[in-house]
Nanobody, 123 residues
């Protein structure tokens, strides 16, 4: 059974940092690209970042470039998102999702999602 479990969310002040983790199990982690997607209160899903199976290719939404860093540790079956210089508009539930293939962008879609972790940026 595929499982994706996010952690690391919480309340942080504007300008602060958080590191999200996503522990993966039930599939061969290093065969697949992975994504972070978020949903702000009352809004739709928004792409955040993606990383290829080997970690050599990454993608960021423009508004997050230079502030967020995606990475993965294939030995630990774990995906990360380092978030710096957080803004109130970054408040959202952050989901990790498994791609249907190894590369980015994916032509296969996202086939498994975690339950999400809430990030609240507020003073």
């Amino acid at each position: 059974e595929v499982q994706l479990v996010e952690s690391g969310g919480g309340l942080v002040q504007p300008g602060g940092s958080l590191r999200l983790s996503c522990a993966a199990s039930g599939f061969t982690f290093d065969d697949y690209a992975m994504y972070w997607v978020r949903q702000a209160p009352g809004k739709g899903l928004e792409w955040v970042s993606a990383i290829s199976w080997h970690g050599g290719d990454t993608y960021y939404v423009e508004s997050m470039k230079g502030r967020f860093t995606i990475s993965r540790d294939n030995a630990k079956n774990t995906l990360y998102l380092q978030m710096n210089s957080l803004k109130s508009e970054d408040t959202a539930v952050y989901y990790c999702a498994k791609s249907g293939g190894p590369t980015i962008p994916t032509p296969y879609g996202l086939d498994y999602w975690g339950n999400g972790t809430l990030v609240t940026v507020s003073s």
